[in-house]
Structure formats: C-alpha cells, structure tokens
C-alpha cells in the first residue's frame, strides 16, 4: 500500500494540477500518472496528507483485505443510490493510512468477485468515515 512518502515522490514527479486550495495548507490536487490509467487525487490539511483517491485501479477484495483486519459494509438504502460502501478500519500496523473507504455498485450476487476501481485512503484518523446510519461506529 502507498506510504507518505511516496505520495510527496509520485506528487513531485508527475503532472499534478491544482484543484483547490481553501487556505494554506489545505489543498486538493489532481496527480496524472506518467504512463497509466491511474489518477491520484491527493487532499492536504493543515500542510498533511489527508485522504489519497485512487481511481482507474482494479483491486479485489483479497487483495484489499490484507491490510486491514476486518471491514465493514454500509448499505446505501437511505438516499436511493445504488452504491454500498466499504469500510477498513483499523489498518495493519505496517500501513501509514489509517482507514480505507469504497463505494461500489454491485454487480455481483458475492462481494468477494467484486472489483474496485475507486478506493480512498485515510491518513488522518478523524477524517476515517464511520456509517452512523446502519448504527455502526468505531
């Protein structure tokens, strides 16, 4: 899984394009991988890596699960979208994030033949969503 470190390497060494910026500190930028499908989005606050989004990326559960004892899945049955969520927390102690959210649309009748392209990346443990609606938090 991708470490602090080389977030600030792919960041200085790929087309990046400014999205937003708040305040100092507190920025969000658009990282193009030389060379790949691959799009990060990386959000600063308080000039600290946030949340990282990578899209374009197909991972499995398996996969996913390695860094993360356990997960928790949200049904997204309160607003009328289609998506589930699914939530990692907390991570492996050898993981710099310290939480991991998708959202997904289901496409198969098991959640382990699912692949996800779309994955967020917590650093900042008061950021790591919690699913209040389903009752469930950490």
Do not use: A
């Amino acid at each position: 899984m991708f470490e602090i470190s080389f977030i600030n390497q792919l960041l200085e060494s790929n087309t990046k394009e400014l999205i937003s910026n708040e305040k100092d500190g507190d920025e969000l930028y658009k990282v193009l991988l030389n060379e790949s499908d691959i799009t990060l989005f990386v959000k600063f606050l308080d000039y600290k890596v946030s949340t990282v989004t990578l899209k374009g990326v197909n991972f499995d559960l398996k996969y996913l699960k390695q860094f993360s004892g356990e997960y928790k899945l949200g049904f997204n049955i309160y607003d009328g979208d289609p998506e589930n969520q699914l939530f990692f927390f907390p991570m492996k102690n050898n993981v710099d994030c310290c939480g991991m959210e998708l959202w997904y649309l289901p496409t198969h009748d098991k959640i382990d033949k699912e692949k996800f392209n779309e994955i967020y990346l917590h650093f900042n443990k008061s950021g790591v969503p919690r699913n209040y609606r389903t009752g469930w938090t950490w």
